[in-house]
């Protein structure tokens, strides 16, 4: 029996449980647009934008005009918020809990690699993205080789 | 470290990656396992089709047969892919196994009236560190 969990957050619902059941349907066949660039922003920009544009708390780095834009431009078609994180209980090898966050854009999929105060937005194929999921799953010691 | 394998009768070859040896061997295809552990295979099938049979005629069925075979059979990606130098599709699934997640990699070429397909299956818990080795599989391959 698995010792790891994980708890799949997608906009406002919440599932945990094993990969078995059935995590990766979060992923479905999405268009790598070959034009597709990382996109590199502040964190607050993002949460901002993710949050329709309200203001951020006075003191928190402020977006520029150009990021904002650019968020807006990613976001318009609409998008998929969602969020896996695994955890381990303590019984097991103490690696303690992961975590793969993506946006499912219009424009394709963007994993989010988060390097604060910014965070980058990469276009990433959905086989890329299961391969970081079952990654995630799988553990240090299983994913030798992996290949994103 | 790899071996390349010939089917004696199907036309196609491939690197045999060094911890799969071959298996089963048939008329129209060859069986290719992990030798630690026989949850690992690649898997390589030719079938004759139609003179008109199309690509994507030939992955959508394979899909809904898989889907109809399967329990929880997800399609997760469906991608344009070279095999042997000609325009193929390459396909990634999900599905459970006797209360197993696994995964499959799929690769499909036609030519020459034939529908070729290479399949790489293993426990999602070990992808990660197959996916590689599915990968120069599958580049490997020729007719």
Do not use: N
Not at chain 1, 84 to 108: C, F, K, W
Not at chain 2, 53 to 65: K, M, N, P, T
Not at chain 2, 112 to 130: I, K, V
């Amino acid at each position: 029996m698995s010792a790891r969990e994980l708890e799949v957050r997608r906009e406002d619902r919440r599932a945990v449980g094993r990969v078995e059941d059935g995590v990766a349907r979060v992923l479905v066949p999405r268009p790598l647009s070959p034009a597709a660039a990382p996109l590199r922003v502040l964190e607050s920009a993002l949460v901002a934008a993710l949050a329709g544009g309200e203001p951020e708390p006075v003191g928190a780095p402020q977006p520029t005009a150009w990021e904002a834009e650019a968020l807006r431009g990613l976001l318009a078609a609409g998008y998929v918020h969602w969020r896996v994180e695994m955890r381990e209980s303590a019984s097991t090898d103490g690696v303690g809990g992961a975590e793969l966050e993506v946006l499912d854009t219009g424009g394709g999929l963007r994993l989010l690699g988060f390097h604060p105060p910014e965070v980058e937005l990469a276009p990433a194929s959905a086989t890329a993205v299961f391969r970081r999921l079952a990654a995630l799953v799988s553990g240090p010691k299983r994913s030798e080789g992996a290949t994103g | 470290m790899s071996e390349r394998y010939a089917h004696p009768h199907a036309r196609f070859s491939l690197s045999v990656p060094a911890p799969f040896a071959l298996l089963e061997e048939e008329p129209d295809r060859a069986v290719l396992a992990l030798e630690a552990a026989g949850d690992a295979t690649l898997i390589a099938t030719v079938e004759a089709l139609p003179a008109d049979a199309r690509l994507a005629e030939l992955a959508d069925a394979g899909l809904e047969a898989l889907a109809r075979e399967l329990v929880g059979f997800h399609v997760l990606d469906r991608t344009p892919a070279v095999l042997d130098g000609q325009r193929g599709v390459r396909t990634l699934a999900h599905h459970v196994a006797e209360g197993r997640a696994m995964t499959l990699e799929q690769w499909r070429l036609l030519a020459d009236g034939q529908g070729l397909t290479l399949s790489g299956s293993c426990p999602t818990l070990d992808y990660p560190a197959l996916a590689a080795v599915f990968d120069a599989a599958a580049g490997s391959f020729r007719r």
